[in-house]
């Protein structure tokens, strides 16, 4: 590890610690400049990770699309994503914590606001916390989701901090009394505001096409694994609107979510949990923690 990585001591703090360009603190007393480009612009990358059971998991795979965010947005890491990776270990010792949330956020640093690119250091904000709490009877029955059209950017594929699009999106989900949306754009089905989205038409595995329309998520592709292994056909294709109606099942996937499947969609009642949603989520519940 280099001497930036390292830090002094900390006490156990099993409500989480944060550490900000190699000082580590209690996340309650953690601050940054007011004139961070992640503040005044959303300039900047960040990755969230689940440790279950004190075993981190996918770190890699995180990392490394942590990496190719921040150099789709010409943005230097201060560090190398092996010593971010030392930084999340160090972080989940002292913290004592075994089931754990772990984000990693990088921006341009902090420098008199002006849109052109400072000549300042990077900065990098890693913090470890327990997860947060989901509700068991959204996996035992299914969520409600509506429809929306996706107002985001055209570089999904990159997973800035520039999220409002998503927020919205959310809370208009919310407002409609469900927990996710679909996203659409030109006609096409693009993911959830914080999530992918799976379908399953006449027994086959669905999930749009990952290009720069979506995120690659990492539960995404690990479901894609499982799905072969457990020799369910799949296929990543673009998704029309109208086949939505169609889907005998439909389910999000993210770190946190998981597997989720969606009992309602637009009002229209889907069979959740749905048989194949069933099989992949229990397979990967088995899978994140080693089992």
């Not at 949306?181 to 006609?187: C, S, W």
Request: with cysteine; aromatic share 6%; net charge negative.
């Amino acid at each position: 590890m280099t001497e930036r990585a390292l830090a002094p001591s900390t006490p156990r703090a099993a409500d989480g610690l944060v550490w900000i360009d190699g000082d580590i603190r209690p996340i309650d007393g953690a601050t940054v400049p007011l004139e961070d480009r992640g503040f005044m612009f959303a300039d900047g990358v960040y990755e969230v990770l689940r440790a279950y059971a004190g075993r981190l998991f996918a770190t890699h795979d995180h990392l490394e699309r942590l990496a190719r965010s921040a150099a789709g947005i010409r943005l230097a890491l201060p560090l190398t994503t092996p010593e971010i990776g030392e930084v999340v270990v160090e972080l989940m010792e002292q913290t004592g914590l075994g089931d754990a949330e772990v984000y990693i956020q990088a921006t341009r640093g902090a420098a008199r606001r002006n849109h052109l690119f400072p000549d300042v250091p990077g900065r990098l904000v890693i913090w470890v916390r327990p997860p947060r709490a989901m509700n068991a009877d959204l996996w035992a029955k299914g969520c409600k989701a509506i429809t929306l059209v996706d107002e985001r950017w055209a570089r999904c594929d990159l997973k800035t901090v520039s999220l409002l699009p998503n927020v919205l999106a959310k809370q208009a989900a919310y407002d409609a009394g469900a927990y996710e949306a679909v996203l659409v754009r030109d006609g096409f089905v693009t993911e959830g505001s914080a999530s992918n989205l799976f379908l399953v038409l006449n027994g086959e595995l669905v999930t749009p096409v990952a290009d720069n329309r979506i995120l690659p998520g990492i539960t995404r592709a690990h479901v894609l694994r499982l799905a072969e292994r457990l020799e369910i056909p799949f296929v990543e294709r673009n998704v029309c609107d109208d086949e939505l109606p169609l889907a005998q099942e439909l389910f999000f996937t993210s770190t946190s979510l998981e597997v989720l499947g969606v009992a309602e969609l637009d009002g229209r009642a889907l069979a959740a949990p749905g048989p194949v949603t069933t099989r992949l989520a229990e397979a990967f519940a088995g899978h994140a923690r080693g089992n």
